[in-house]
């Protein structure tokens, strides 16, 4: 296997025809699922723990009107049930990525979701009763019991949710349709991660390669545009062939939801994915309008490119490209990226730094892409007692030095929340999730664009931040307007075909990009490849949290110490309080446009920065 990455032995690349087994990566480049269970016996005694437990839950209903002890009680044994289940599952769903053709990984996954299933049964007695108790007994019960007192953001959030919360039988039933909800998800997953096969491929050094969808994003980045024209016509063309299949994944997955929604008496399902963190619709509805009404920085980007890369028309596959593409195109190994990005973040302090370096230190990340990983990247979130964990699939380019910074953003976020949080609010809403990923990606940007040794090595950041609002704010709201309409369409009693999803999805992409774009037959299938469509309304939250971390970035910049603080006291703060109220506490009122359309700005003042250079 050839070299490519100066100081790493394995790893994938653009030369060879096939990925590597995951026996042949280095240890210290693969993630010590160790640090969770050292034996796989352990993972199947805590497993049988809670299994054996769930009968517990039966000692505690009808109890927690009677006193602040018995509330206290089973809330305590509620929280020592979840703790291991958050530790199994972490252990399952690490293990069965790390290679999706391991059926004893794929079968202890489904075996830890069944029993999430389980308990969520067991224990939906808990919301309604706690409802049932009159408010002014609840708070007293709180008020009097010292170690109640922690639950009682909790509790508050139960209460705000009391319209949307049913009876007992009821919610003991709908807790048990939880399994049959991630089958359109874990269905796709496994069709498009373990299933679809890519056709091999000429790359840009004439070269054979097998497709993959690491491979797959960084042709899109090659300055040989037959190269990224076949690898963007091939790779999509193998989702179309499974269109149909996608299609009906992707209605279970907006029935599932839906069904959801009006059994809890929600308007639609978008109030419902919302309101579980009290989002004001107004948040997702300004987005898409204040999109909408400053499409013209994304759209002049369209023109410049065009024009820059000197092209009659103007492709999808064209959009990452580098206008100023260096001579020979920069690699970076992971052990060079490491050490920028800690360059890049000095600005946040010691503190901040080692537990970084520590998490480099002591296989925290899985860095690179082998025989069925996973694609793409994730960070594995807060799991009490265990600290997360990262996914990469690294091939060497800028963007991966990027991605391992956003990822490293989620991995603190994480950290420094099971650190300082009990176990009630030791996780963050999703809507604080992309804050901190980019809010990393914009320290980083800025250090190497101040850092940058030419004219042209500027140019190309500057590019690089355009592709950032490009990818995170303009396309994510895109995708969000996108599931905004699909849910409404199927709310309506309109169906979705593969046909007119293709057209909903073009429809939308040249609104977005305009008349400058020409939208590929392929293009119309991109929706079939986006994972996040299956995550509820996730989408959008990369946009407003791609916005709030601009101004968090400007701030630590211009007002240092003070502002890290309440940076850093943003990442310890979990789910103990609403999101909104949480980054306001940090200094961005989400509440208002303004995050939003200054976003926009920035993109207008950068390519004029760009054209004054060029």
């Known amino acids: 296997m050839m070299e490519l990455l100066t100081g790493n032995k394995y790893y994938s690349n653009t030369q060879t025809s096939s990925l590597p087994g995951r026996e042949e990566i280095e240890d210290k480049y693969k993630w010590d699922l160790s640090h969770i269970y050292e034996k796989e016996d352990l993972w199947e005694e805590d497993f049988s723990f809670v299994e054996n437990n769930i009968v517990e839950y039966k000692n505690f209903e009808g109890t927690l009107s009677r006193s602040a002890r018995d509330l206290y009680e089973c809330l305590k044994f509620d ?11 972490l252990y399952a769903f690490l293990a069965k ?17 069944s029993l999430f299933v389980k308990v969520s049964s067991a224990n939906s007695f808990i919301r309604p009763e706690i409802l049932s108790i009159p408010e002014d007994i609840l708070f007293e019960m709180i008020n009097g019991h010292a170690e109640l007192k922690i639950y009682r953001h909790l509790i508050d959030d139960l209460i705000r949710s009391k319209t949307h919360t049913l009876e007992k039988e009821k919610e003991e039933l709908l807790a048990l349709t939880g399994e049959l909800s991630l089958t359109p998800y874990n269905t796709y997953s496994m069709l498009t991660n373990a299933d679809i096969k ?36 091939t790779y999509l063309g193998s989702y179309k062939n499974f269109s149909n299949t996608l299609t009906v994944l992707f209605n279970g997955n907006l029935k599932a939801n839906i069904f959801n929604a009006k059994a809890r008496k929600y308007i639609s399902s978008r109030h419902a994915a919302l309101d579980k963190n009290n989002i004001p619709i107004s948040v997702y509805d300004n987005l898409i309008e204040s999109a909408n009404n400053n499409l013209n920085p994304l759209q002049r980007w369209a023109s410049l490119k065009k024009k820059l890369l000197k092209l009659d028309e103007l492709h999808p596959y064209d959009v990452y490209v580098t206008i100023f593409a260096q001579k020979n195109q920069k ?18 302090g010691k503190d901040y730094l080692d537990n970084l370096q520590t998490a480099f230190d002591n296989r925290w990340i899985d860095v690179y892409e082998t025989q069925a990983k996973r694609s793409g990247a994730y960070s594995s979130g807060t799991t009490f007692g265990v600290h997360p964990y990262v996914l990469l ?14 990822e490293m953003g989620h991995n603190m976020h994480s950290f420094y929340t099971g650190k300082t949080q009990p176990f009630p609010y030791a996780n963050y809403s999703i809507f604080l999730a992309e804050v901190a990923s980019t809010f990393n990606e914009s320290l980083l940007l800025d250090y190497l664009i101040e850092n940058a040794s030419s004219k042209e090595e500027k140019l190309s950041l500057l590019e690089k931040y355009l592709n950032n609002i490009t990818g995170t704010f303009y396309r994510q709201t895109m995708f969000a307007e996108l599931e905004m309409i699909c849910y409404e369409k199927t709310e ?41 469509f299956y995550y ?17 970035a400007k701030k630590v910049k211009r007002e240092g ?39 926009s700005e920035k993109m207008d003042k950068i390519l004029n920065e760009i054209e004054s250079l060029v």
């Open 79 to 89: 929280d020592s049930i979840g703790v291991k289940l958050e530790r199994l599952h």
């Open 97 to 113: 990525d790390s290679d999706l053709r391991a059926t004893k990984y794929q079968a202890m996954n489904d075996r830890i979701m």
């Open 198 to 233: 890519f056709p091999n491929v000429v790359d840009d050094t004439g070269n054979e390669i097998e497709l993959s969808h690491a491979r797959y994003t960084a042709a899109m980045f090659s300055v040989d545009r037959e190269f990224r024209k076949n690898a963007f016509k």
């Open 331 to 348: 690699k970076y190994s992971y052990e060079e990226a490491k050490t920028i990005v800690l360059k890049a973040l000095n600005i946040m």
């Open 393 to 406: 699939n690294w091939s060497g380019l800028l963007n991966d030095v990027f991605t391992l910074a956003h």
């Open 492 to 532: 309506n009693g309109e169906a979705l075909t593969s046909e007119s999803m293709c057209k909903i999805y073009r429809d939308v992409y040249q609104k977005y990009w305009g008349p400058e774009m020409i939208v590929d037959e392929e293009e119309r299938y991109t929706w079939t490849r986006i994972p996040h």
């Open 536 to 552: 509820n309304f996730y989408v959008y939250q990369y946009a407003t949290g791609f916005a709030a971390s601009e101004i968090l």
């Open 561 to 599: 110490n003070e502002a890290v603080a309440k940076y850093l006291n943003f990442l310890k703060s979990g789910s103990s309080d609403y999101p909104i109220n949480i980054l306001q506490a940090a200094g961005v009122d989400m509440n208002s446009p303004e995050p939003i359309k200054a976003t």
